[in-house]
């Protein structure tokens, strides 16, 4: 069978290794939840919008992590009938459009406010969208979107598949979209103080009432004709917002953390999720397919998924292992608190691979801004180097990949959602095993529930990195970890690395030689 027969786009001429046989188990399984871990490069995308082809009449709903991803899918699957769907802050409100301000988007449109606005019915982007979803086959969609759909705006159906691409980041999805966060502006609009400690359930329910009654006093300065000023609407918005997030707090069990940030910000989160999943991630669908590099059973088990309801694969990876090294390099044991002589001995050591590799593109992964900052200061290769903020990240890597001069990436925060292939990197540096900050008290009390988790969370993001710079078969990246703590940590949770990544991980003593030049293993 080729991915013709399926009606699949013809671009499609056949199945890679390992995704037929992929989307065959899938469409056998009798399991609801259907759990395939496979590599970086695979080729995920055609094996679940073949197995929607699979079940048709049955709608298919594709979770994405990123827009891009979306717009991925839709390059390469519009001619099936696919259609996208999005947040109305992606779209044009064209009412204002006509009034030449197409900046304001549909989230700040006046159908909000209860005025009626005949384009929402016909002509509106972002209804019409969702019209257009509500309809098809095969939809994809982010996950932002489609826990909030069900929850605070219009459906868009049911669905006998949901896919769950990049499924590793469905627990922290969930997670972050059950959070309520407040600000000292907030507070002072409710004017009742600081949230206590022990009773915030009772405080919140307390406030919304008054709230609420503020709310419709806005509403109802609301023009029967005519559209009212954006003052106006900034303020409903925003009481709009905080009555909601109010109930949510009124509502909640003991199960959620309260937490005070920088700036005076509250957080509160909730520190099991997998009651919930059900609820506003599955919502009933007969059968799930979740796949990533890294979904393992203990992301199902983040999702409260019974082990008795699920099937589990994992696909072999057809780059080859010697194409793909991951390589140990004995040097310091990397710790928050160590100093002076630790960093040298990074930087050091950071030189000492870049001496050898100055004639290529390379990505240093640094896990924090400060560490990123201490080589850009230290290192003797810093004239080769660039590195970015939080705000000027997409700006730098599209400079970097668009430079045909060596140069190294300099970062702590590209370990997903970026692709390096080919020249654009040909070696990585990992400086730290990326642990995650446990200092939070939602962190501290979800790993006293959960021993592994810690572990879990820098084992994805670990085979994260390592995939960004290798995306296909007749491609090539080494990947060189520094930090000593790679040695036990591989050793003690192998349960989370998939066989592709343990096959090339291997320890060498003194900085190897680099790898062929990319053009000489393709010429």
Known sequence: ???????????????????????????????RFVVANMPTGSGKSLVYVALAQLIEPD???????TKGLQDQLMRYFRSIGMVDVRGQGNYVCELERADGKDWVMVDQGICHLGVNCLLKHHGCTYYDAVRAASKARVVVTNYSFWLNSGQYAEGIGNFGLVVMDEAHNAPEELAGFLAVQMDEGDLGIIGRGHPPVKFWQE???????????????????????????????????????????LKSLSSVDEGWVMEREERGTYRWDPVNVASRAETYLFRGAPKI????????????????????????METPSHFPPERRPVIWVPTVRMRWDGGKGMLRSMVN???????????RKGIIHTVSYSRAKYIMENSRFKNLMVTHTTSTTRQVVEEFKASKQPLVLVSPS???GWDFPYEDCEYQIIVKVPFPDMRAEVMKRRSELDDDLSQYMAAVEL???????MRAADDVCETLVIDDSIQ???RRNRRFFPRWFLSAFRKSETVPAPMPKLWHLTA
Request: net charge positive; glycine share 6%.
């Open 349 to 359: 050591r950071v030189d000492q691979i870049l001496a050898r590799r100055a004639d």
């Open 289 to 312: 397919f979740l796949t990533s590099a890294t979904v393992t059973p203990k992301t199902t088990d983040l999702l409260g998924i019974e082990p008795g309801t699920m099937s589990y």
């Open 1 to 31: 069978m080729k991915p013709s027969d399926l009606t699949l786009p013809l671009h499609f001429v056949d199945w890679r290794e390992g995704q037929f046989e992929a989307m065959v188990w899938a469409s056998a399984s009798t399991s």
């Open 59 to 65: 709608r298919t709903l594709i979770l994405t992590s």
């Open 488 to 490: 036990w940590f591989v």
């Open 463 to 469: 085979i994260q990195m390592v995939g960004r710079a």
């Open 414 to 416: 590209l370990g997903t």
């Open 203 to 245: 405080w919140a329910t307390s406030a919304t009432l008054p709230m609420e009654t503020r709310l419709a006093q806005l509403v109802s300065r609301v023009p029967k004709n005519g559209r009212p000023p954006f003052s106006l609407f900034g303020d409903i918005r925003r009481f709009r917002s905080l009555v909601g997030r």
